[in-house]
């Protein structure tokens, strides 16, 4: 899966389950706050990754995701092993 | 709205208190002594009381006279299963009887291949079966409110050294915890959590719990659900003066349906489990909150 397809992959999914426009998901987008994220809702984001990307997500790997952006990376390197 | 602020009431002094008490007089003087402060207590913590006194009128339909008597039960064992707590986490746990329902089901559920998540209530006393875990301690991780955590490790570690447990704090500022949960379940441990109180108030979830609608914290039943493990409900009852009983209940997997999401479906289940407990054990409910709607 090439990154194109993984951020298209990425922002459908995620304006769908929490109900956001998708134009709001720019890459400099702050993501906790863009899709107003809490506790909870990183448990179904958690789920989401590991069903639709095959990835396992540690906390560490999350604190250094900040945007938009970091997300797409994080997951390029993880589904493409780079 | 929960009028519990994820604080326990006490201090430092009344468990250094008792646990004296306890290693002087035996646990009879202790429940002795309890009398008294079962006495201060009831005027002097007049939310709890209300509290209880609207859980036996309402909820039970218990008379007037048969409340007023309900509600120094309700005290009194409150205050035995905590001396008992601390008897049993300061050694003297031999003191006591314990059975044991649905444990092999329940160590089968443990050895599996996958983590596991077990919900209680604050209702008996879950903290005295930490120590019968054996070799399953070490897996154990309970899920607690920071701020409780806190008190609890001020007040407890000081006087009765370590838990046999892991503690996983929850801070609603941070997401941390939510990881820390993860992780375990992926080292296929055991998360704990009490299924009855919340300090979060935008993920609820509402349920008619014995013939009241009542909220509960949808973080348990979600995390549950969501990451596909094995539920237990686990609760430990007060059975007699020094005898308690330890139930395990496997509940059934959920799914997604139409109308209804799987945490609804699986806080079904606990309810209609914790409902049964009660009716045995009507005085070993500890919210002392104001806890239906």
């Not at chain 1, 890459?27 to 069903?51: G, R, Y």
């Not at chain 2, 897996?139 to 806190?150: H, P, R, S, T």
């Not at chain 2, 500890?286 to 806890?291: H, L, V």
Request: hydrophobic share 40%.
């Amino acid at each position: 899966m090439n990154k194109e397809e993984i951020i298209s992959k990425i922002n459908s999914v995620l304006a769908e389950e929490f109900e956001k426009d998708e134009s709001e998901m720019v890459p400099e987008a702050d993501l906790l706050e863009t899709l107003e994220l809490d506790s909870l809702d990183i448990v179904d984001m958690v789920v989401f990754i590991e069903q639709t990307f095959g990835v396992v997500v540690k906390g560490a790997d999350f604190k250094g995701i900040k945007t938009f952006q970091d997300f797409y990376d994080f997951l390029d390197r993880r589904v493409n092993n780079l | 709205m929960s009028d519990w602020k994820g604080k326990t009431r006490g201090g430092s002094f009344g468990y250094q208190f008792f646990i004296y008490l306890i290693r002087f007089g035996g646990l009879r003087a202790a429940y002795a002594f309890l009398s008294l402060v079962v006495v201060y207590f009831i005027p002097f913590a007049f939310k709890a009381t209300c509290s209880s006194w609207f859980y036996w009128r309402k909820i039970h339909k218990r008379s007037w006279c048969n409340s007023v008597k309900m509600l120094f039960v309700h005290y009194y064992r409150f205050g035995q299963i905590i001396i008992d707590k601390i008897a049993a986490l300061s050694g003297y746990e031999k003191r006591f009887e314990y059975d044991f329902v649905n444990y092999e089901k329940f160590l089968e559920v443990l050895d599996g291949d996958t983590g596991v998540v077990m919900i209680g209530a604050h209702f008996g006393n879950w903290e005295i079966g930490g120590q019968f875990f054996g070799k399953y301690a070490k897996k154990i991780n309970v899920v607690m409110f920071d701020a409780e955590y806190q008190k609890i490790k001020d007040k407890l570690e000081g006087v009765m050294g370590e838990k046999p447990y892991n503690v996983i704090p929850v801070n609603e500022d941070e997401l941390s915890h939510v990881f820390l949960i993860k992780e375990a379940l992926d080292r296929k441990e055991y998360v704990c959590f009490q299924g009855d109180r919340f300090v979060n108030e935008k993920h609820l979830l509402s349920e008619v719990f014995m013939g009241r609608e009542a909220n509960f914290p949808a973080g348990p039943f979600q995390i549950a659900s969501r990451f596909k493990v094995p539920t237990v409900f686990y609760f430990s009852e007060k059975e007699s003066a020094y005898k308690y009983s330890f139930r395990f209940f496997m509940a059934d997997p959920v799914k997604r349906t139409k109308e209804t999401k799987p945490e609804q479906l699986l806080l079904r289940q606990y309810v209609k489990v914790l409902e049964s407990r009660l009716a045995e054990h009507p005085e070993q409910w500890f919210n002392f909150f104001k806890f239906w709607k």
